[in-house]
C-alpha cells in the first residue's frame, strides 16, 4: 500500500485536436498503452457523494485497486497492488478484500465496504510523455457505446502546472473545456 497526492489538469478534446497533439508531440499508434479501469461505489453512490472514487486498474499485466480522496490540493490516492485472481475476484463478487482502503472506507468515510459493488470498466489507449517537470497524458477512452479524448498533466506544483497546461492549451489552439474525470463520465453516460 502507497498513498500519494495527485495534481492534475485535464481538458476534453475533440478527435481532430488529439490527433493534433499526437503529431505536436511526434507520438505513434505503437506509443499507448491499453489499460482498463474497473469501477466501484455503493448503490446510493457512498463514495461520489463524498468526492470519492474506488477502481481497479489493469494496465500492463499489473492490477492496483486505488481509493481518490479529496485533498487541500488535488486528490490523495491510496493504492494497493493486487494479483491478476485478487482482482478478478473482486469484480466478480463484489467484495473489497480488508485492508488498507477497506479500513479508509468503513473508518474515514463512514461506508460498509460491504455496500460497495461494480459498475463496469473503461478501456482507455494512453500515452505519457515528460513536459515542462510534468507528466502529460494522452488518453482515448471507450465505455458504454462511447468514446472520448483527453488530455491531463500531472505535476507536483498546482500553480506552476496550472501555468504551463494553460499555455500548452493555446499554443494548441484548444479551448479550455469544463473537464469532469472519468468516473463521473462514466457514470453520466451510465445514468442518464
Known sequence: MHQEIEIEFKNLLTKTEFDKLCDSFS?????????????????????????CALRIR???????????QPAEEGLLETNETLSEDEAKAIIASNRI??????????????????????????????????????LLVIDHSMYLNKEDYELEYEVSDFSAGQKIFLELLKTLNIPVRQTDNKIKRFYTAKYK
Open 97 to 134: 478484500p480488508e485492508g488498507q482502503i477497506a479500513k479508509i472506507i468503513r473508518e474515514e468515510l463512514e461506508v460498509e465496504p460491504e455496500s460497495v459493488i461494480y459498475f463496469g470498466s473503461l478501456r482507455t489507449h494512453r500515452a505519457e510523455t515528460e513536459y515542462e517537470g510534468g
Open 27 to 51: 507520438l505513434k499508434e505503437s506509443d499507448f498503452i491499453l489499460q482498463e479501469n474497473h469501477y466501484f461505489d455503493s448503490e446510493n453512490f457512498s463514495l461520489k457523494n463524498k468526492g
Open 58 to 68: 489493469k494496465k500492463k499485466n499489473s492490477y492496483e485497486m486505488t481509493l481518490k
